[in-house]
C-alpha cells in the first residue's frame, strides 16, 4: 500500500500572533541557536547579561575607568561625600557636567568630619583626560581616563574613604579582584568536580560511594565556618598574589560538589541511557558517543551551574575579607572595601562606604537571572 | 521505621569521622600556632626555669606534639568523645566551658530562622504555583531572586544602617545591656526574643528564596499529575483538594531541603553575629582563628558541622514520616 | 432542543479549542453524541482525535488552555432533572454536585491516576462521603463491599494498602470500586485497559460487563481498541480528528461500516481467516499535526475512496443511512448542501 496522501490543496497552519519562527527553521535550528532564541526571551536574563558584560570590561581596563589611583591619598578629603555631578548653576544650563569643591572641617560639638560645598568655581568634567600615570595591566605606560576635570582636582563620585581615597576608583579597582575571582574559583571546581564525578561514575562500586560520601560531607559542612578555619591556614606574610590564589583554591574545594554529581551522572548514563544504546548499536565509536551525544547534552547543564556558580565564589571572597580573614589592605576587593564598614557608627557618618556592598548585590543579582535564564534555555521541557 | 533511622545512623559515622578528621587538619594547619606562642611567652616572661621547662613538657605530653600526627588525632578524638575539648589558649578556659552556651545561642538562631523561612515560604511557595505566571508570582520571584543576591552580612549592615537612620538607636547584641551577664529568667528569655528578630530574619532570608522555588515547581509539577484530575473529576473542591494531593506530595522535597538548607543557615548565622554582635559561636570562631587559638577554632567547626548533620537527620526522620513511599523502601 | 426521554446524554455541535503558543488546536470540531439509558456507547478512535477531550468536556475538567467554544450538552441527573452542562461555569456548584453524585470517570494509568500517598480505602471512602452524608464507619464498610463487587480479594485487609502495593490490576478495579462507590448515572471509561497486560485485560472486560449488568449503569468506553468495543459496546461512535465520523449499532458498524475510515479501521485488524501471504491492509498516511486546518472533509488526504474536488472542497452532512446508522461521508449524499470550509 502506498503511503502517499491525496494532495490537492496546501494544508493552513494557524499560527497565533505571537509565534512567528517557521517550522522548518525550528527543525534545523541547531541546539546552541535554540538555546539563544529561548534566552532571548527571558527578559531579566538578557539584560543582566548585558550588565555583567560591561562589569567585565570596566573590570578589565579598571586603569581607564578610574579617574584616580587606588592608592592615591587625599589628605584635604578625608571621608568626604560623594559629589554632586551639575548641570545648572546660577548662569544657567551647561552642556558640559561639572563639579563644586569642598572644604572639610571638623564639627567641635560632634566630633565629625563636616564638608562645605564651595561654589566659587566650577570644575568642569571633560572625557578621556590625561591624570594619574599607570600601567596597563602592568605592561602599557599610559595616563589616559576616561573622564576627570583638567585640573586633576576633586571628583569624588563616590566620596572617599578614611584616607583620603576615591571609593569609585578603588570600586573598580576592586571589581577586577572580586569578579576575576568568581571566574578563576569556579574553573578550579569545574576541574575538580569533572574529575571527581568522572572517576567515581567510571569506576562505580567502593570508589564511587567513597567519592559520594565526601561530597556529602562537603555539603553538609557549613561554608562559612570550614572556609574561615581553612583561610587562617594561609600564612599572612604571603605576597597579595599567592593569597588571592589561596582563597580561589579553599572557596572551590566546597563548590566541586554539584559539577561533580552532574559528572558523575552522566558518566553512568554512557553504561545505560537509551540513545547512547541506540548511538552504539548505530556503529558509533565510543568516542563519538561522547564527543557528539553525551558532552552536547551535558554542557548546556554545565553552563548553567557554573554561572550559578560564579555568584557563590564572589560572595565566599567578600564574606572572608569583609571579617578580615580572606584578602588584605593593600589588595582592594570589594570586600577588602567593606571592612571600614564594619560599625554601625561609621557606616553612619559615610553610608558611601556600603557602595561596594551594593555592587555586590548587583553582581549577583545579574548572575542569578543570567543563570536562571540558562537553565531555563537549556531545559528542553519548559514552557 | 525503625530500620530506616537505624540505617540513617549506620551512614552517619563515617561522616562524623570525616567531619572530625577536617576539624582536625584545621587545627593543624596554621604554620606555628597559639601552643607554641604560649609556650614562647612562658619562656619570654618566666625565663627557661625548671617550672617552665616541667610545664612546656606536660603540654607537650597533653598535646603529644612530638609524636606523629595520626597519635595525634586518636588521643584528640579520645579526649573529643568524653567532652573535653581542649584549652583555649585565648581565654584561658577549656574550650568546653566556653562553647556549650554560645553554641546554644546558635542553636537558637538557627532554629528560628529556619521556622521563619518556613513560614514565610511556604504560602508564598503555594501562591506562586497556584496563580503562576500571573504579576503576583511574578513580583514574588523578583523578590526571591533579591533577597537570594544579597549576602547575608550586607543585610545585616543595611538593616543596621536603617534602624539607625529612622529609630535612632544600635539593635546590636542579643540582649540589652542590663541582661547580659545576669543568670537566666522569664524576663531575660522575653528580651531576647525582641533582639530575636533581627538575625531571624536576616538569615532567614537567603533560605527563604530558595525554598519558595523549590515549593513552587514541585507543587506545579505536581498540579498536573493525573492523581489531581481524578481527585477534581470526583468532585473534591479548592482548599481541601489542593492540601489533600498535590501539597501533600510536593511537601517531600519541601521538606528534603532542610538537608541543605541547614548549613546555609548555620554558616549564615555565623557571619552575623558577627556583624550584629551576638555571643554566638560565630563570633568566637573568628576571634580564636585570628588569634590562631586552633583548639577552640577546631573545636567550634566540627560542633557547627555536627549540628549540620544531625539537623539533616532529623528532617530525613520527619520526611519519612510523612511519605509512605520512602518507609517501604 | 430538548432531551429525549431515553436519552441520558445529548452532545451538540461541541466545539473545543486549545489556545497554545504554538497555535490553535481545534481538538473537538462539531461533536453530536447520544447516550441512550442503561446503553454502553464506545467511542472509538486513533489517539489525538479528541476522544479525552471529549470525556473532559462533559466532566467540565478541560485543562487550560482548552475552552469550550459552542455547543451544547444535555445530561439527565439521577434525580430527574437535565442539567446543560455546558451552562456551567467551571467550578460551579452545580458541576461539582453531579461530579460528585451522577457522573464518574476511570481512567488509563491507574498508577499515577490514584494518590501516591494515600491508601486506596482512603480514596474510596472520601468518594463515598462525596456523594452522601454518611459516618465513616459506614462509608468504610461500603468501601470495602464495593471493593469486594469488583473482586479484589480480602478487601478488608486490602483496603488499608497503599497504591504503590498493588499489582496493576487490583490498581484497576480499585480505581472502578471508587468510580462506582458513588453509583453514578453514567460511568466513562477513558482507555482503561491500555495500561494492562493482555490476561488482565480480560479480567477487567469480563468485570465492567459483569458490573453493567448488575447496576444498569450507562456506560461511554473510549478506547481504540475495536475489540474491547466489540465485546462491551452496544453502540459505536467513530472519531476522526475531532468529529464523529460514523455511529451505529456495533453489528453494524463491524459488518456495514460505511465510512472510508471506519472501513479502514475494520480492514486493518488482522484475522485468521485473512490467506496467508497476503499484505496487511493500512490507512494511508499519517494522522496529521493537530495545528493543521483542513479544508473539506476531514479525513479526504488519507481516505481510499477520495473524490477530488469534492471532498477536498466541502464539508460533509450528516447522512442517515437506516435508522440509527449515521455517516459523515460526501460519498452518501449531501455534496450539494454541503458548505465549503468551516
Known amino acids: ?383 | ?329 | 432542543m430538548e432531551l429525549d426521554n431515553d436519552l441520558l446524554l445529548k452532545m451538540k455541535d461541541l466545539h473545543v479549542h486549545f489556545m497554545t503558543r504554538e497555535g490553535v488546536v481545534q481538538a473537538l470540531n462539531g461533536v453530536n453524541l447520544e447516550i441512550v439509558n442503561g446503553e454502553a456507547l464506545g467511542l472509538v478512535g486513533e489517539s489525538g482525535c479528541g476522544k479525552s477531550v471529549t470525556a473532559q468536556a462533559i466532566l467540565r475538567i478541560i485543562p487550560r488552555p482548552g475552552k469550550i467554544l459552542r455547543g451544547r450538552i444535555l445530561f439527565r441527573r439521577k434525580n430527574g432533572t437535565v442539567a446543560e452542562l455546558t451552562q456551567m461555569e467551571d467550578h460551579s456548584s452545580q458541576i461539582i454536585d453531579i461530579r460528585r453524585k451522577d457522573i464518574s470517570i476511570i481512567f488509563q494509568e491507574p498508577m499515577t491516576a490514584l494518590s501516591p500517598v494515600h491508601t486506596i480505602g482512603n480514596q474510596i471512602i472520601e468518594a463515598i462521603c462525596l456523594e452522601r452524608e454518611i459516618t465513616r464507619k459506614e462509608a468504610r464498610e461500603r468501601a470495602i463491599a464495593m471493593l469486594d463487587l469488583v473482586g479484589v480479594p480480602n478487601p478488608k485487609f486490602r483496603i488499608d494498602s497503599y497504591t504503590f502495593e498493588l499489582s496493576g490490576g487490583m490498581r484497576q478495579r480499585a480505581m472502578i470500586a471508587m468510580a462506582l462507590s458513588s453509583h453514578p448515572n453514567l460511568l466513562i471509561a477513558d482507555e482503561p485497559t491500555t495500561a494492562v497486560d493482555v490476561t488482565i485485560q480480560a479480567q477487567i472486560l469480563e468485570l465492567i460487563q459483569k458490573l453493567r449488568q448488575e447496576l444498569r449503569m450507562s456506560t461511554l468506553i473510549i478506547t481504540h481498541n475495536l475489540g474491547m468495543v466489540a465485546e462491551l459496546a452496544d453502540r459505536v461512535a467513530v472519531m476522526y480528528l475531532g468529529r464523529i465520523v460514523e455511529k451505529a449499532s456495533t453489528a453494524d458498524i463491524f459488518h456495514d461500516p460505511r465510512h472510508p475510515y471506519t472501513q479502514g479501521l475494520i480492514n486493518s485488524i488482522p484475522k485468521l481467516s485473512n490467506p496467508r501471504g497476503e499484505k496487511l491492509w493500512a490507512i494511508k498516511g499519517m494522522v496529521p499535526s493537530p495545528y493543521t486546518k483542513i479544508y473539506g472533509c476531514v479525513f479526504h488526504r488519507r481516505c481510499h475512496k477520495f473524490m477530488p474536488g469534492i471532498c477536498d472542497k466541502i464539508v460533509p452532512q450528516t447522512i442517515e443511512i437506516v435508522s440509527g446508522h449515521v455517516v459523515d461521508c460526501l460519498l452518501y449524499g449531501g455534496v450539494n448542501e454541503g458548505r465549503n470550509y468551516d
Not at chain 1, 551535558?298 to 564572589?314: D, E, G, N, V
Not at chain 1, 571579617?323 to 557606616?347: C, E, K, M, Y
Request: net charge positive; with cysteine; hydrophobic share 50%.
Open chain 1, 1 to 383: 500500500m502506498m503511503n502517499r496522501e491525496n494532495t490537492t490543496r496546501e494544508e493552513e497552519f494557524i499560527h497565533p500572533a505571537r509565534f512567528k519562527r517557521e517550522e522548518e527553521e525550528l527543525y534545523l535550528a541547531s541546539q546552541w541557536q535554540l538555546m539563544w532564541w529561548k534566552f532571548k526571551e527571558h527578559k531579566a536574563a538578557m539584560a543582566s547579561a548585558i550588565v555583567i558584560i560591561l562589569l567585565y570590561i570596566i573590570a578589565i581596563f579598571a586603569e581607564f575607568f578610574a579617574p584616580f589611583d587606588p592608592m592615591r591619598r587625599a589628605p584635604k578629603y578625608i571621608q568626604a561625600p560623594p559629589q554632586k555631578i551639575h548641570f545648572i548653576d546660577k548662569e544657567g544650563f551647561h552642556l558640559r557636567p561639572f563639579v563644586y569643591d569642598m572644604k572639610g572641617t571638623i564639627d567641635r560639638d560632634t566630633m565629625t568630619r563636616v564638608y562645605e560645598i564651595d561654589k566659587s568655581y566650577r570644575y568642569r568634567v571633560y572625557f578621556f583626560v590625561r591624570g594619574d600615570e599607570y600601567k596597563l595591566w602592568n605592561l602599557f605606560k599610559c595616563d589616559l581616563h576616561l573622564f576627570g576635570t583638567k585640573q586633576g582636582t576633586a571628583l569624588y563620585l563616590f566620596g572617599t574613604d578614611g584616607l583620603g581615597r576615591d571609593m569609585l576608583s578603588r570600586i573598580i579597582y576592586g571589581a577586577r579582584i572580586s569578579l576575576s575571582i568568581g571566574l578563576v574559583g569556579v574553573f578550579l571546581s569545574l576541574i575538580l568536580g569533572l574529575i571527581l564525578g568522572g572517576i567515581a561514575g567510571y569506576f562505580g562500586g567502593v570508589v564511587d560511594s567513597a567519592i559520594q560520601r565526601l561530597s556529602e560531607v562537603v555539603r553538609s559542612f557549613p561554608t562559612i565556618p570550614l572556609w574561615l578555619g581553612l583561610s587562617a591556614a594561609l600564612p599572612p606574610d604571603w605576597p597579595p598574589l599567592r593569597i588571592y590564589f589561596g582563597i580561589t583554591v579553599i572557596l572551590s574545594l566546597s563548590g566541586w560538589t554539584g559539577l561533580a554529581r552532574q559528572a558523575r551522572g552522566k558518566i553512568l548514563s554512557l553504561k545505560t541511557e537509551d540513545f547512547v544504546l541506540a548511538a552504539r548499536f548505530s556503529g558509533a565509536s565510543t568516542a563519538r558517543v561522547i564527543g557528539a551525544h553525551l558532552i552536547p547534552s551535558f554542557m548546556s547543564h554545565i553552563i548553567a551551574t557554573l554561572t550559578l556558580a560564579i555568584p557563590y565564589m564572589i560572595l565566599g571572597e567578600t564574606a572572608l575579607s569583609f571579617l578580615g580573614i580572606g584578602l588584605r589592605d593593600p589588595v582592594v576587593s570589594w570586600g577588602v572595601l567593606l571592612q571600614r564598614a564594619q560599625n554601625i557608627h561609621t557606616i553612619a557618618n559615610n553610608p558611601w562606604l556600603l557602595l561596594p556592598g551594593v555592587c555586590v548585590i548587583v553582581t549577583i543579582l545579574c548572575f542569578n537571572f543570567v543563570g536562571d535564564g540558562l537553565r531555563d534555555a537549556a531545559d528542553p521541557y519548559s514552557r
Open chain 2, 1 to 329: 521505621m525503625l530500620k530506616y533511622i537505624a540505617r540513617r545512623l549506620l551512614i552517619m559515622i563515617p561522616i562524623f569521622f570525616i567531619i572530625s578528621l577536617v576539624s582536625f587538619t584545621i587545627i593543624l594547619l596554621p604554620p606555628g600556632d597559639a601552643i607554641d606562642r604560649y609556650m614562647d611567652n612562658l619562656i619570654f616572661e618566666h625565663g627557661l626555669t625548671e617550672e617552665v621547662k616541667a610545664q612546656i613538657s606536660a603540654l607537650k605530653e597533653l598535646y603529644a606534639m612530638d609524636e606523629p600526627v595520626w597519635v595525634q588525632y586518636f588521643k584528640w578524638m579520645g579526649k573529643v568523645l568524653k567532652g573535653d575539648f581542649g584549652y583555649s589558649f585565648q581565654w584561658e578556659r577549656p574550650v568546653a566551658e566556653i562553647i556549650w552556651e554560645r553554641l546554644a545561642l546558635t542553636l537558637i538562631i538557627t532554629i528560628s530562622s529556619l521556622l521563619f523561612s518556613w513560614v514565610i515560604a511556604f504560602p508564598v511557595g503555594i501562591y506562586s504555583a497556584i496563580k503562576h505566571n500571573s504579576m503576583g508570582d511574578y513580583f514574588f520571584t523578583l523578590l526571591g531572586f533579591i533577597g537570594l543576591s544579597i549576602p547575608n552580612f550586607m543585610l545585616a549592615l543595611l538593616i543596621m544602617y536603617g534602624v539607625f537612620v529612622w529609630f535612632g538607636e544600635s539593635l546590636v547584641g542579643l540582649f540589652s545591656s542590663e541582661y547580659i551577664n545576669v543568670p537566666w529568667s522569664w524576663a531575660k528569655f522575653v528580651d531576647m526574643l525582641k533582639h530575636l528578630w533581627l538575625p531571624m530574619v536576616i538569615v532567614g532570608t537567603a533560605g527563604t528564596a530558595g525554598l519558595i522555588r523549590v515549593l513552587r515547581n514541585n507543587l506545579l509539577d505536581e498540579l498536573q499529575k493525573p492523581y489531581v484530575i481524578t481527585a477534581r473529576a470526583k468532585g473534591l473542591t479548592g482548599i481541601k483538594l489542593l492540601l489533600k494531593y498535590p501539597l501533600r506530595v510536593a511537601i517531600n522535597p519541601f521538606l528534603s531541603t532542610v538537608g541543605w538548607i541547614l548549613p546555609q543557615l548555620i554558616s549564615g548565622a555565623t557571619i552575623t553575629s558577627v556583624v550584629l554582635n551576638l555571643p554566638t559561636s560565630g563570633a568566637v570562631l573568628l576571634n580564636a582563628l585570628l588569634f590562631q587559638d586552633m583548639y577552640l577554632a577546631g573545636a567550634i567547626i566540627m560542633l557547627l558541622a555536627t549540628m549540620t548533620l544531625i539537623g539533616t537527620l532529623l528532617s530525613d526522620i520527619l520526611l519519612a514520616a510523612i511519605d509512605p513511599r520512602i518507609k517501604y523502601e
